[in-house]
């Protein structure tokens, strides 16, 4: 059997590695695999298009996009690439359209759910979007999770997220979801912010993969408030799971990447804007 190459390339992130590219708080990786071009998050829309210019990206030949979930920063770019590619196929769990809030540490509340024109264009496409609340296959061997059972007992969602600005009615995040896809050496998970857990989210893509090796996981992963209890038993899953390859970015938080990178010595790759990371796939 012939081997092909899947390729990732960050389009948005909160850092940049490369000339006259651009950073956001965001996230949006470039999917190549098997013939099918895949948009995973889209950021908050500053600077997807010109990244994608930059990169030599063609945004108008994407085939699908994935949201993790509905947060401003992995939606807000969505019409910017609709305005590209106006028939693409969407794909987004169905609580993602709710109204998301995050507490500061003063108290006050700001909204980060998505944009309303956003929101406006998931509504209205109709058949376009495909609800994912379960384990969806896009592609050939591309998948999206879906909801993502939460049963480890130190993960939570990251952050204090609400469903209201007076923070009362707490959000449990449940449209995040992860992608994935198989490569030679073992399964390729994508994570936009983890923010249903890192190790809930990959135990999960093995009982849908039968137990597969995970050999690479990139995205963010929502460790910048973790205790360190979370930490440790992450970093302690991590090596259980035998992930070969860890490209921490956006969320996980400057001090948590340092401790995974000195943790899984010799695994760790950076990952920012203009990264491109290649799979061998059969």
Known sequence: MINDVARVTVLADNCVQGFGLLAEHG???????????LLFDTGQGLVLSHN??????PLEQVDAIVLSHGHYDHSGGLNSVLR????????????????KYARRDNGTSW?????????DTLRERGDAVTWTKQPTEMFDGVFVTGEIPRRT???DTGGPFFRDGNCQRADALLDDQAMFFESRLGTVVLLGCGHAGVINTLR????????????????????????????????????????????????????????LWNALPGRCFPCAVGMKTEFEVS
């Open 52 to 57: 994608a210019g930059k990169l030599g990206v």
């Open 27 to 37: 996230l949006a990786f470039w999917v190549e695999t098997r013939g099918w071009r």
């Open 84 to 99: 590209h590619a106006p028939n693409v196929k969407i794909y987004a769990h169905p609580d993602a359209v709710l109204p």
């Open 204 to 259: 999960f893509v093995q009982e849908l993969t039968g137990a597969k090796p995970i050999h690479t996981v990139i995205g963010g992963m929502h460790l910048v408030k973790a205790t360190r209890d979370r930490m440790d038993r992450t970093i302690g899953s991590l090596r259980q799971l035998n992930v070969q390859r860890l490209g921490p970015t956006h969320c996980t938080g400057a001090a948590a990447t340092a401790e």
């Open 153 to 155: 007992d130190y993960e």
């Open 111 to 119: 909204d980060v759910g998505m944009p309303p024109p956003t929101e």
